[in-house]
């Protein structure tokens, strides 16, 4: 059983819904919320499975990882459902109660990245939040069978507001019986997603550093020729050599054995 079928999604709008519903598939959620159609088959879908299948341990590893770097020692609660509010229901894979967090938890393939991960359940995220009042989530991802990477991603008030003028406008058609005709376009996400309160920024226009860049590519030769030099010298110097100096050089060995390379500055 999944966490969308331990409720009745003809009763409301839950965090997969929102997704559906930014993305545009209006009348498709339509026929499902107004029972004209059955709910999809994810007993079916091995990506689906897994996820259920390896959320309890995603959620351990979380804590375990949440004790180690953060000294947050707050147990995650698991399987919250929320009290339905107006039309929303939500059930969350993981609360923090005491700090107010949403917790989800995602498995995905290997060659997935963090950032994919965020901006693709970034309406469901938004979803919880908004419904919970929560100030952020832990989004807890496996990538295939190899890593583990997580993330806080910040509750968006705009965007949250888009979403739920959007959810509210199709909700009063399942309510009214009525097939959607308007607002079924693509509802636009923020570009920039902070990660960890971080976010990627595009510079391609930064007069300054396009400068410097094109400084840094033409020296770049150079200073892979100054490297190659600095080993050839200092491979000249014997093992058994502590010091060696030569025409304004000074090569001075560690007591691991490690050779560096200065300028003697007259001595």
Known sequence: TTKE????????????????????????????????????????????????????????????????????????????TLEPKEFMMSHLDGYIEDANIVVEAKHTYEHNNLLNVAEYYYPQLQHYMMHSGASETYLTVFFGNRSHDWTSIESDPEFQQTLYKAEMAFWKYVQEDKEPTQFMQPIEQPKEIKLDGMRTLDMTDHKEMNSLIESLQQVKPYVAKHKEIVTDIK???????????????????????????????GE
Do not use: Y
């Not at 000249?236 to 003697?264: F, H, M, Y």
């Open 5 to 80: 079928q331990k409720m009745d999604r003809t009763k409301g709008i839950g965090g997969s819904d929102a997704k559906k519903i930014v993305d545009g598939s209006w009348h498709e959620l339509w026929l499902e919320k107004t029972s004209r159609k059955e709910q999809d088959d994810l007993s079916e879908i091995l990506a689906v499975q897994i996820g259920i299948a390896t959320e309890t341990l995603n959620l351990d590893w979380l804590q375990k990882i949440l004790v180690k770097e953060k000294h947050q020692h707050t147990q995650i609660k698991r399987d919250v």
């Open 235 to 265: 491979s000249l110097v014997p093992d058994d050599c502590r010091k060696a100096i030569g025409n304004g050089i000074v090569l001075s060995r560690s007591k691991k054995g490690t050779l560096t390379l200065r300028e003697s500055l």
